[in-house]
């Protein structure tokens, strides 16, 4: 009769056990920095926009991963659509988790970037550049918070990004993430909050194209 009891109390600990490690393993919060990482990849444009709207020019944009045996790095390069041979902004972006809720994009400028235009087709060359000529901007990282299923927005601090360019004293950035398109709204603020460069009415709408 003991050796019976002491067998019903052995499978009431397991299963005991059990449920307390399920229970533990649905309450953990999932962690979508592969998400986030992966639609954030590919090649848009700003066409569909620019047609309806002559206001907004059609500007490519293209993100690949680079490094990625250092983490979630992305290569960025924008241009006028007609003029992807001498694009305006090249960047790295590194795509982290700050805690249960929030995921950072960080923005690095390259040294010597001219050298690096239209390497995105070819995303392995960025084995040859090292992370001590790349230059973080401090305070631009846009901050996200997932919303959906592949669905992510953010934006940076107030009035933590500096900014010199025409004139400006700092710069913001909004986004919205989708699996097929970004949104994407970077304005120019001067010291006294008046705008100085940047779309106006809202941000450039990037259709992905791949």
């Known amino acids: 009769m003991k050796q019976f009891i002491l067998s019903l109390a052995i499978l009431a600990s397991f299963y005991s056990c059990k449920d307390s490690q399920k229970t533990t393993e649905s309450t953990k919060t999932p962690n979508h920095l592969e998400e986030l990482f992966t639609i954030m990849q590919g090649s848009y444009n700003s066409e569909a926009q620019a047609k309806v709207d002559s206001t907004y020019f059609n500007i490519s944009l293209h993100m690949y991963p680079i490094w990625k045996d250092k983490g979630n790095y992305l290569y960025v390069e924008q241009a006028l659509n007609a003029r992807q041979n001498n694009p305006y902004r090249q960047r790295i972006y590194e795509v982290t988790k700050l805690n249960d809720s929030v995921y950072s994009s960080a923005i690095y400028t390259i040294e010597n970037d001219s050298l ?10 960025f084995d040859s550049l090292s992370i001590h000529q790349v230059s973080k901007k401090e305070g631009c990282e846009v901050l996200l918070k997932r919303l959906d299923s592949n669905h992510f927005k953010g934006e940076t601090g107030e009035k933590t990004c500096e900014s010199t360019l025409y004139g400006a004293s700092y710069a913001t950035s909004e986004v919205e993430i989708f699996q097929d398109k970004i949104i994407s709204w970077d304005r120019g603020f001067d010291d006294k909050g008046e705008h100085i460069w940047g779309a106006e009415k809202g941000g450039y709408i990037f259709n992905k194209l791949d």
């Open 116 to 125: 690096w235009i239209g390497k995105w087709k070819t995303p392995q060359a």
